[in-house]
Nanobody, 118 residues
Framework: QVQLVESGGGLVQPGGSLTLSCAAS????????MGWYRQAPGKERELVAS???????KYEDSVKGRFTISRDNAKNTVTLRMNSLKPEDTAVYYC????????????WGQGTQVTVSS
């Protein structure tokens, strides 16, 4: 009953910027946290950034200072602003949300491709 819709992926040159957005829709009472994971070819999925209730944010070390996560709780959306992109940022980026209806559950988007290449 919950859907996460991602947008904003694409091809960008090194040093460029992209903004990923994710909107949660469906039946739930509240969202504890929203964020983004990514999975590069041949690597495990890793947390990129997340924001929990109260504005607590977490970033993967390699993206600190370059990426910024923000949530709009009223709209149930999360945005990842990615600046100074590097080829190693190339991955499929997945939106996730930890939300509560009758219990706490974690939901994932289908993923959006981000490719950083000349």
């Amino acid at each position: 009953q919950v859907q996460l819709v991602e947008s904003g992926g694409g091809l960008v040159q090194p040093g460029g910027s992209l903004t990923l957005s994710c909107a949660a829709s469906g039946t739930f009472f509240r969202i504890n946290s929203m964020g983004w994971y990514r999975q590069a070819p041949g690597k495990e999925r890793e947390l990129v950034a997340s924001e929990a209730s109260g504005g607590y944010t977490k970033y993967e070390d390699s993206v600190k200072g370059r990426f910024t996560i923000s949530r709009d709780n009223a709209k149930n959306t999360v945005t990842l602003r990615m600046n100074s992109l590097k080829p190693e940022d190339t991955a499929v980026y997945y939106c996730y949300a930890e939300l509560y209806y009758s219990e706490w559950d974690e939901y994932w988007g289908q993923g959006t491709q981000v490719t950083v290449s000349s």
